[in-house]
DNA sequence: TTCTTAATTTATAATCATTATAATTTAATA
DNA sequence: TATTAAATTATAATGATTATAAATTAAGAA
């Protein structure tokens, strides 16, 4: 189910689009790394075996797989993106405090309305804020006597 | 249950909050304008009144109508943000064509996850995208003979 | 394998939303 | 009306993202 970056390039090669190292290293980041990561986090990273990396390349790259479909970009956060390759669909949770975004189990396919009858759905996204467990217990450390 | 101006004047002054004219009229503004509108939307249409509004003014505003949670802040799109009067849960469609957000009728407090049995959820955001039944006509119009 | 070339990457500048700063103005109270 | 802390304004700064143009490269042809 889950695609590997063989995967990947067959799909990226049926659409004629060129398999540079680049491309895939942002993909094989994606992949290793389920962690929602920013253009940032994925530039800073990859920078480490990659020097010359460009962060616009990074941007070109997650905007083209967007385009294609096989990522997906998350708005949870106001001022900064963050990305997934596209999997089951899922909600996600993003705790005010440590900023960790997190994965949980939900079928937005199910969520109805009424009112959109006569619209045309595309995508859907399911955002919640709030904290984590492991910073509601670091909270309660703080309390403590 | 819809808060008129006087209802928030009165909930500001509670909390200490200086009832400035530009604050009102922002207010007034999102009472009167139930369409998600930018920063930019509202800043545009108060100069009209007020040809001395600062941007930041409005930035200033929101930020502290969002905190006191009169207002409610949408990151549905990713390059700006949105505001509405904090009202009863629902959920928000975009339409990719005409840029329009929509709401429709959805009870967020509904959607459950077992995963999060441990987290604590402060906000809900329930977006979706595609096209708009406005948008979908006037493609086949644009598809006919 | 080497050559060719269009596509990609890079470095850099530009753009745009948002926040910060500091001087000016004002709401609320005495 | 006078006082003053808070709010507004003008402006600069920041930070994410996009645009541009020159250098590099993937992939097919020879
Ligand atoms: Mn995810
Ligand atoms: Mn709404
Ligand atoms: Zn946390
Ligand atoms: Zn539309």
Partial sequence: M???IEDFKKILQEKNIRL?????KVLEYLVQNKTHPSVD??????QKDLPSLSKATVYNTLNMLEEVGLVNVLTIEDNENHYEITSKNHG?????????????TLDVEEI????LADFEIKERDVYFRGLCPECLDSDQDSSDK
């Fill in 92 to 104: 996600h949770f993003k705790c005010t405090s440590c900023k960790k975004i997190y994965d949980f």
């Fill in 2 to 4: 889950t695609k590997t």
């Fill in 20 to 24: 540079s190292h680049q491309r895939l």
């Fill in 41 to 46: 986090d994925i530039y800073i990273n990859l």
């Fill in 112 to 115: 109805k309305s009424t009112d």
